[in-house]
């Protein structure tokens, strides 16, 4: 089973932009949707993006399609999530996590593997 590991997360400004990355263990992007979801303090896991059939597919929740890009790097088996003028709601944990088959899905339960998270803190 692959692994994924986050980073990129840290303390931003409102305004400022971040990228995150999803650097998986081995090559994936074929067989795996590779998902970014996010959960604030209190609140559910929320879908953000995902990216599918090595960058062809691409969904985004309709709330972040205008800030938020989701990118691939197969050389380097990595997933970006390009986050511009951020602001204070989007403090949160930023998941990425893998469906099988390429198949996007908006529902956290239908994951089968997560990373562990890098967290996100967007200050006024």
């Known amino acids: 089973q692959i692994q994924l590991v986050e980073s990129g997360g840290g303390l931003v400004q409102a305004g400022d932009s971040l990228t995150l990355s999803c650097a998986a263990s081995?090559?994936?992007?074929?067989?795996?949707?590779i998902h970014w979801f996010r959960q604030a303090p209190g609140k559910e896991r929320e879908f953000v993006a995902a990216?599918?059939?090595?960058?062809?597919?691409?969904q985004y929740s309709n709330s972040l399609r205008d800030r938020f890009t989701i990118s691939i790097d197969k050389a380097k088996n990595t997933v970006y999530l390009q986050m511009n003028s951020l602001k204070p709601e989007d403090t949160a944990n930023y998941y990425c996590?893998?469906?099988?088959?390429?198949?996007?899905?908006?529902?956290?339960?239908?994951?089968?593997?997560w990373g562990k998270g890098t967290l996100v803190t967007v200050s006024l």
């Open positions: 990216i599918a059939n090595e960058g062809g597919i691409i």
């Open positions: 081995e090559r994936t992007f074929s067989t795996y949707a």
């Open positions: 996590a893998g469906r099988v088959n390429s198949e996007i899905s908006t529902v956290a339960q239908n994951m089968r593997v």
